[in-house]
Every structure is written in C-alpha cells, then in structure tokens.
Nanobody, 122 residues
Framework: QVQVVESGGGLVQPGGSLRLSCAVS????????MDWFRQAPGKQRELVAS???????NYAESVKGRFTISRDNAKSTVYLQMNNLKPEDTAVYYC????????????????WGQGTQVTVSS
C-alpha cells in the first residue's frame, strides 16, 4: 500500500522561505516522475513543479525562479524549496505521481496524501 506524507509547511512572512518534504513508501520510488501540486481555498488544484526520474524539472510560470524541486531516491523523498514566498502562494501543498489526460490528472498511487498547509502572511 502506497503512503504519501507531506510535511514542512507553516506560517511565513512574505519574502520568506520554506522547504517542503514528501516521503513516499510502499513503492519503488526511483522509477516514478514526481509532481508537487497546490490548492488554494476556492480554487482548483494546480501543478506547481515536476521532476523526472533522471532529475529533469519543470515549473509553473508563477513559481519559476523562486521554487526548486529535487529528489532523494535513497530516502524516497521529493522536496520543494520555496523562496521569496508571496501571499498568493498560500495553499495546501500535495505531492503525487501520475499523468494528465487532457486536463485531468490521474494518480499512479490512486490516492492523495493529507497535504501540508503553507500560509504566507505578514
């Protein structure tokens, strides 16, 4: 059974930094591309960053230059370093593995973790 546990969120002032972690168990982590998503109140979940099995990365335009995704296959963990945070980054952050079919994302794991809350406010 796959378990996904996100952590590292919190309350931070604008301009601050946070490092999110997502630990995955029950699978061979290294063979999966991994994605970070976020969902703000009243909004749809959106893809923030992705990392391939070989370390290739991709980012949403809104976070380019501020967020960095990385992975440690030995620890079965994917990270999201978030710098220069803005109030609009406030959301619950989730990680998963899967693919898009059109605009629909289908999780390879079949479920989502509980997410970790990031609040950017002065």
């Amino acid at each position: 059974q796959v378990q996904v546990v996100e952590s590292g969120g919190g309350l931070v002032q604008p301009g601050g930094s946070l490092r999110l972690s997502c630990a995955v168990s029950g699978i061979t982590f290294s063979i999966y591309n991994m994605d970070w998503f976020r969902q703000a109140p009243g909004k749809q979940r959106e893809l923030v960053a992705s990392i391939t099995t070989s370390g290739g990365t991709n980012y949403a335009e809104s976070v380019k230059g501020r967020f960095t995704i990385s992975r440690d296959n030995a620890k079965s963990t994917v990270y999201l370093q978030m710098n220069n945070l803005k109030p609009e980054d406030t959301a619950v952050y989730y990680c998963n593995a899967g693919r898009f079919y059109g605009s629909s994302y289908v999780s390879t794991f079949g479920s989502w973790g509980q997410g970790t809350q990031v609040t950017v406010s002065s």
